[in-house]
């Protein structure tokens, strides 16, 4: 049952709202450090139910234009149930609510350490889809072990307008992927254009299609593949987020469906390292161990705080709660 403070329906956004920004591999997090809403006690997930169904209009404010972008992931501090946890958090971007998010744990806890609630060593974060492992090895490393990930279906057909039939995996890494491995535009810096182009053509056929993760869910992640090894990687990503951006970093979460896909197809080994570049280029270290029939992905990248400040909120801007499409 999801269940929010008494006082919900009386709630307003306030003048001032503290943040802390820092980019993982050049994709952003923004972490709302003071006056965000009551989002009661439940669990994580009956949290970010309460955040999608009573306070959206917070999301749209603080991570929208125009005091945000396209581009950007929200994350929301939380009291966690389980005493052991260092925090719960829940993640939110431009268009929706996230389940996980790899980039946004790293860039989190690199900012929890700044505020010096997070010392160098494992912690235990509560999310939406479970509880997840993080190792803070200096003020800027960040290792992950995600929530368990799986591959649902291989090689799935979809008859995508203007480019015929592309096939891929459909994959659950903490959100909900298809991955096409042999991308029929190249997967590199100078043709992000076309690939936005593609992604999204696929991800609207996808739809259209009835292809769907487990128990009906939208799969809202697109992403390609393309060589890595001029830059010392085993690839090179192009993500489609479910706002419609594309992703800077390599994608944890996308990274971690890729491991359960090589690890089911037998292409990389427990503890194999995979070395993930993303479209411009920046890296996560990847390796993973089984558990049952699904793998748990372990992810490593660095994260830099980009600023520190005050989103003001004044009571008569007709766009104080962001812009929305």
Same mark, same amino acid.
């Given at each position: 049952?999801?269940?929010?403070?008494?006082?919900?329906?009386?709630?307003?956004?306030?003048?001032?709202?503290?943040?802390?920004?820092?980019?993982?591999?050049?994709?952003?997090?923004?972490?709302?450090?003071?006056?965000?809403?009551?989002?009661?006690?439940?669990?994580?997930?009956?949290?970010?139910?309460?955040?999608?169904?009573?306070?959206?209009?917070?999301?749209?404010?603080?991570?929208?234009?125009?005091?945000?972008?396209?581009?950007?992931?929200?994350?929301?501090?939380?009291?966690?149930?389980?005493?052991?946890?260092?925090?719960?958090?829940?993640?939110?971007?431009?268009?929706?609510?996230?389940?996980?998010?790899?980039?946004?744990?790293?860039?989190?806890?690199?900012?929890?350490?700044?505020?010096?609630?997070?010392?160098?060593?494992?912690?235990?974060?509560?999310?939406? +889809?479970?509880?997840?492992? !993080?190792? @803070?090895?200096? *003020?800027?490393?960040?290792?992950? $072990?995600?929530?368990?990930? /799986?591959? #649902?279906?291989?090689?799935?057909?979809?008859?995508?307008?203007?480019?015929?039939?592309?096939?891929?995996?459909?994959?659950?890494?903490?959100?909900?992927?298809?991955?096409?491995?042999?991308?029929?535009?190249?997967?590199?810096?100078?043709?992000?254009?076309?690939?936005?182009?593609?992604?999204?053509?696929?991800?609207?056929?996808?739809?259209?299609?009835?292809?769907?993760?487990?128990?009906? +869910?939208?799969?809202?992640? !697109?992403? @390609?593949?393309? *060589?890595?090894?001029?830059?010392? $990687?085993?690839?090179?990503? /192009?993500? #489609?987020?479910?706002?419609?951006?594309?992703?800077?970093?390599?994608?944890?979460?996308?990274?971690?469906?890729?491991?359960?896909?090589?690890?089911?197809?037998?292409?990389?080994?427990?503890?194999?390292?995979?070395?993930?570049?993303?479209?411009?280029?920046?890296?996560?270290?990847?390796?993973?161990?089984?558990?049952?029939?699904?793998?748990?992905?372990?992810?490593?990248?660095?994260?830099?705080?980009?600023?520190?400040? !005050?989103?003001?909120?004044?009571?008569?801007?007709?766009?104080?709660?962001?812009?929305?499409?």
């Amino acid at each position: 049952m999801i269940s929010a403070s008494p006082n919900v329906r009386e709630w307003n956004i306030p003048d001032r709202v503290e943040v802390i920004d820092s980019h993982t591999g050049g994709e952003p997090t923004r972490v709302i450090v003071s006056g965000q809403p009551p989002l009661g006690s439940g669990t994580m997930l009956e949290r970010r139910e309460v955040f999608r169904h009573q306070f959206d209009h917070f999301r749209a404010s603080v991570i929208n234009e125009p005091r945000g972008s396209d581009v950007w992931v929200g994350a929301i501090l939380e009291t966690p149930l389980d005493p052991r946890c260092l925090t719960g958090v829940i993640f939110f971007n431009n268009a929706s609510y996230l389940g996980m998010c790899g980039h946004g744990t790293i860039g989190l806890l690199v900012t929890l350490h700044a505020m010096g609630r997070a010392a160098v060593g494992t912690h235990l974060l509560e999310t939406p +889809v479970g509880t997840i492992t !993080v190792t @803070l090895h200096d *003020p800027n490393t960040v290792s992950l $072990a995600n929530v368990p990930s /799986y591959r #649902l279906h291989k090689q799935v057909s979809v008859s995508v307008p203007e480019y015929g039939m592309i096939s891929g995996d459909v994959a659950f890494g903490g959100n909900w992927f298809f991955l096409v491995e042999r991308s029929p535009e190249p997967v590199v810096p100078n043709n992000i254009e076309r690939l936005d182009r593609l992604t999204k053509a696929i991800r609207v056929a996808l739809w259209e299609a009835g292809i769907r993760g487990a128990d009906g +869910v939208e799969i809202d992640h !697109v992403e @390609l593949f393309g *060589p890595g090894d001029d830059i010392g $990687a085993d690839s090179r990503n /192009y993500v #489609l987020c479910p706002g419609g951006a594309y992703d800077r970093s390599p994608c944890g979460t996308g990274t971690s469906a890729k491991l359960a896909c090589l690890a089911s197809d037998g292409k990389l080994q427990p503890g194999q390292i995979w070395r993930q570049a993303s479209i411009i280029g920046s890296q996560f270290e990847a390796s993973f161990q089984w558990q049952g029939d699904r793998v748990i992905p372990h992810i490593t990248g660095t994260a830099f705080i980009t600023g520190e400040s !005050v989103l003001r909120f004044q009571s008569n801007d007709p766009l104080r709660e962001g812009i929305r499409s």
